[in-house]
């Protein structure tokens, strides 16, 4: 999953359930790499762990060079916390800082009882109720957590709830615009198959 940042640069998120070190750090390396050759910008990679890893390996020296990567470990993080906090100022009416807009978007590899899909489907509700400008970036992230960890009825529960969403709105909005050309396609290949065989 990448991010095209205001900066120009992209940001590449990797979503990690096992820490397999200097493997891992050597395939991120490689998407880095030629993320960067493709697109002439520059790329970052943040990479997500769940399942409770708490102190995977942060860089690699090769060669003549030092590759790093940014790693996000929430497993001690309680995520009933979070929600405890925005759900008292959206009643109370206070301000919620963009620090804890973001943090909404992490809540699935947060700690706590609740299981990834209920996470998810808790967070987009909340963001729906929050009138920020990154609020669509946080839906893409838990979209991308969802497709990640969930399949199944638990993947289609958080798709339906999504629906509700712009993001959602807007993945409906996109495949129904697939849809419409390779319909088009598929009738041009027809009239070009019929022309064949009368010729």
Do not use: C, W
């Amino acid at each position: 999953y990448t991010f095209l940042m205001e900066d120009d640069s992209y940001i590449h998120f990797e979503f990690q359930t096992t820490d397999k070190g200097s493997l891992d750090l050597r395939r991120f390396r490689a998407y880095e790499a030629l993320l960067s050759h493709q697109t002439n910008k520059d790329v970052e990679t943040y990479v997500i762990y769940s399942n409770g890893i708490t102190t995977p390996m942060t860089s690699l020296k090769t060669g003549f060079n030092n590759y790093r990567v940014k790693t996000v470990t929430l497993a001690d993080k309680n995520v009933n916390e979070i929600f405890d906090v925005i759900k008292e100022k959206l009643n109370k009416g206070t301000e919620i800082t963009k620090q804890e807009v973001i943090a909404l978007a992490f809540t699935p590899i947060m700690g706590g009882s609740m299981s990834k899909q209920e996470k998810i489907i808790k967070a987009i509700r909340m963001t729906m109720t929050i009138d920020k400008e990154y609020r669509y970036d946080v839906q893409s992230i838990l979209y991308a957590f969802a497709n990640k960890f969930l399949e199944g009825k638990e993947l289609e529960d958080v798709k339906e709830e999504l629906k509700m969403t712009e993001l959602g709105k807007s993945l409906i909005k996109e495949g129904r615009e697939e849809g419409r050309e390779e319909g088009k396609k598929k009738k041009a290949i027809e009239t070009a198959q019929e022309a064949i065989n009368m010729g």
